[in-house]
């Protein structure tokens, strides 16, 4: 599901995956406009500090996302582990604590309060020569596979 740029419609959009699908795991998938040949793993989502304007001009109420949350909500998926265990060959892979503050962060954080931490975000590079579009599918899903792997873990 593509979620839009818009603070929020995106947070709307996460409560009714949440309530309607009710599933195990949600993986965000954004794009990190900046990296080049970098997939970034997000640990922890952020609740404060939402100043930039959306596609619409509009930034949430007081910078933030949910009024009565906690200031970070980390993932149930240890992205330190998942980074430390996987390699995709032809592009880098790192760990991350800070999805910045804007609409990546700001879905992150909803759908782990959501979720109750069973959501996950990974940034990914624009598609270029050197990041095919089946190089990025092979990459998301090997370690999708492997965040699957970690959810199996838990609920044994």
């Known amino acids: 599901m593509q979620l839009p740029v818009v603070y929020q419609k995106a947070k709307e959009q996460?409560?009714?995956?949440?309530?309607?699908?009710?599933p195990l795991l949600t993986v965000h998938v954004g794009l990190a406009s900046s990296a080049k040949a970098i997939i970034i793993l997000e640990q922890c989502?952020?609740?404060?500090?939402?100043?930039?304007?959306d596609a619409c001009g509009f930034h949430p109420e007081g910078g933030?996302?949910?009024?009565?949350?906690p200031e970070k909500i980390e993932s149930t998926i240890n992205m330190k582990?998942?980074?430390?265990?996987?390699?995709?060959?032809?592009?880098?892979?790192?760990?991350?604590r800070d999805a910045g503050r804007y609409i990546c962060d700001y879905t992150y954080y909803?759908?782990?309060y959501?979720?109750?931490?069973?959501?996950?975000?990974?940034?990914?590079?624009?598609l270029s020569?050197?990041?095919?579009?089946?190089?990025?599918?092979?990459a998301l899903q090997t370690i999708i596979l492997e965040m699957l792997k970690q959810c199996g873990e838990e609920r044994q």
């Open 64 to 69: 933030c996302c949910m009024l009565d949350g």
């Open 129 to 138: 020569k050197s990041v095919t579009a089946d190089l990025l599918g092979k």
């Open 45 to 53: 989502g952020k609740n404060k500090g939402y100043q930039e304007m």
């Open 114 to 126: 959501y979720g109750s931490g069973r959501a996950a975000f990974i940034h990914v590079p624009p």
């Open 14 to 22: 996460v409560f009714m995956i949440w309530t309607t699908l009710q």
């Open 110 to 112: 909803a759908s782990l």
């Open 81 to 96: 582990t998942l980074w430390k265990n996987i390699s995709v060959e032809g592009i880098d892979i790192i760990f991350s």
